[in-house]
């Protein structure tokens, strides 16, 4: 292959010897270079006769799983043999210097140069979470201020091209903060700036962004989705507050007097409801009246009689099953 474009080094330190060189030439290139970009002229740098080269059956031997480089034997060019990826040779996210080892080979009279090529970081990846989606659980109770940790986003890139800050979509009530680990990595903190209500919204979707500090900047984002755990704050309530019933005298027993409904706004055991008289229902009421504590159904259960009983009056509690437990009320007029 004959290169076709000559690439000038960031960076070279030369050190030459006459015969086995333990000296070690420098070369600085950014990766992702096109095949046949020139790195250097090694028969310029190394002072080698460009004409002797075959003769002296110059070889390049490189210290790595592929033969990322070779050697132009007519022009003494060094040259990208295959696009050189950084972040599949220096596999350490926080190694910031990258090398290949390649040695150059000459014989009669036999001579070995030792040469470093540094593979500069280009920012050529962008941020990504370990997971698409960070699913959260936080009680309505939870107080404003509370912090929750989120996974942070990993950049194969390393320096400035890493992964610099975060960014949240707009919410009112989630703000983020970003901290700074030991080692340079950024992550954040989800905080809680305003209390929840699972009645109002009971499922939070926010879109949390990492972006690096390349030019220009490349972003990876997540979701993270906030999903309100009920608290028992709300009381059960009738749909009316005073009930007037009109029954026959003489109904059979058994018979369907008024079906009460209350509702709760909270969720499982907070919103399940029983239902019971208050103290304020006389005993010959609750003898007369049937109350089912499961459904609310009233259904005549003695013998009603005008001439004995003209008036009844009754207040039934609902009350909720959480663990402090709440109920609201109502009165029923015969």
């Given at each position: 292959?004959?290169?076709?474009?000559?690439?000038?080094?960031?960076?070279?330190?030369?050190?030459?010897?006459?015969?086995?060189?333990?000296?070690?030439?420098?070369?600085?290139?950014?990766?992702e270079l096109k095949e046949?970009?020139?790195?250097?002229?090694?028969?310029?740098?190394?002072?080698?006769?460009?004409?002797?080269?075959?003769?002296?059956?110059?070889?390049?031997?490189?210290?790595?799983?592929?033969?990322?480089?070779?050697?132009?034997?007519?022009?003494?060019?060094?040259?990208i043999a295959e696009k050189?990826?950084?972040?599949?040779?220096?596999?350490?996210?926080?190694?910031?210097?990258?090398?290949?080892?390649?040695?150059?080979?000459?014989?009669?009279?036999?001579?070995?140069?030792?040469?470093?090529?540094?593979?500069?970081?280009?920012?050529?990846?962008?941020?990504?979470?370990?997971?698409?989606?960070?699913?959260?659980?936080?009680?309505?109770?939870?107080?404003?201020?509370?912090?929750?940790?989120?996974?942070?986003?990993?950049?194969?890139?390393?320096?400035?091209?890493?992964?610099?800050?975060?960014?949240?979509?707009?919410?009112?009530?989630?703000?983020?903060?970003?901290?700074?680990?030991?080692?340079?990595?950024?992550?954040?903190?989800?905080?809680?700036?305003?209390?929840?209500?699972?009645?109002?919204?009971?499922?939070?979707?926010?879109?949390?962004?990492?972006?690096?500090?390349?030019?220009?900047?490349?972003?990876?984002?997540?979701?993270?989705?906030?999903?309100?755990?009920?608290?028992?704050?709300?009381?059960?309530?009738?749909?009316?507050?005073?009930?007037?019933?009109?029954?026959?005298?003489?109904?059979?027993?058994?018979?369907?007097?008024?079906?009460?409904?209350?509702?709760?706004?909270?969720?499982?055991?907070?919103?399940?409801?029983?239902?019971?008289?208050?103290?304020?229902?006389?005993?010959?009421?609750?003898?007369?009246?049937?109350?089912?504590?499961?459904?609310?159904?009233?259904?005549?259960?003695?013998?009603?009689?005008?001439?004995?009983?003209?008036?009844?009056?009754?207040e039934v509690i609902a009350?909720?099953?959480?663990?402090?437990?709440?109920?609201?009320?109502?009165?029923?007029?015969?």
């Amino acid at each position: 292959m004959q290169p076709h474009k000559r690439f000038v080094p960031l960076a070279v330190l030369l050190f030459l010897v006459d015969h086995i060189s333990a000296s070690v030439t420098h070369y600085s290139i950014p990766e992702e270079l096109k095949e046949g970009s020139v790195v250097a002229n090694l028969a310029t740098d190394l002072s080698l006769d460009v004409n002797t080269l075959n003769e002296r059956k110059m070889r390049l031997d490189i210290i790595a799983t592929k033969k990322y480089l070779d050697v132009n034997k007519e022009t003494g060019e060094l040259f990208i043999a295959e696009k050189i990826d950084r972040e599949n040779i220096c596999t350490t996210k926080w190694s910031v210097s990258c090398y290949l080892k390649l040695e150059v080979t000459l014989e009669n009279p036999l001579r070995i140069f030792n040469i470093e090529l540094e593979i500069l970081d280009m920012n050529d990846n962008a941020p990504q979470f370990r997971r698409d989606a960070i699913h959260l659980d936080i009680s309505e109770s939870t107080s404003a201020g509370e912090r929750f940790s989120l996974s942070n986003a990993v950049d194969p890139d390393v320096g400035i091209n890493s992964v610099k800050t975060y960014q949240l979509s707009e919410s009112e009530h989630f703000k983020i903060e970003v901290q700074t680990g030991r080692d340079g990595s950024r992550f954040a903190d989800l905080i809680l700036k305003k209390t929840l209500d699972r009645e109002q919204q009971a499922v939070h979707h926010l879109i949390l962004t990492a972006v690096d500090g390349g030019t220009p900047a490349r972003s990876g984002t997540a979701s993270i989705i906030v999903h309100v755990l009920d608290t028992n704050d709300n009381a059960p309530k009738f749909d009316k507050e005073i009930y007037n019933i009109n029954s026959m005298e003489n109904s059979p027993i058994g018979s369907l007097v008024v079906n009460l409904n209350a509702t709760d706004l909270d969720e499982g055991s907070n919103s399940d409801i029983t239902y019971s008289y208050s103290l304020y229902t006389s005993e010959k009421t609750q003898e007369t009246f049937y109350l089912n504590p499961s459904t609310g159904e009233i259904t005549v259960k003695g013998v009603l009689n005008y001439e004995d009983y003209k008036i009844y009056d009754m207040e039934v509690i609902a009350t909720d099953k959480g663990a402090n437990s709440l109920s609201g009320q109502c009165t029923l007029k015969f």
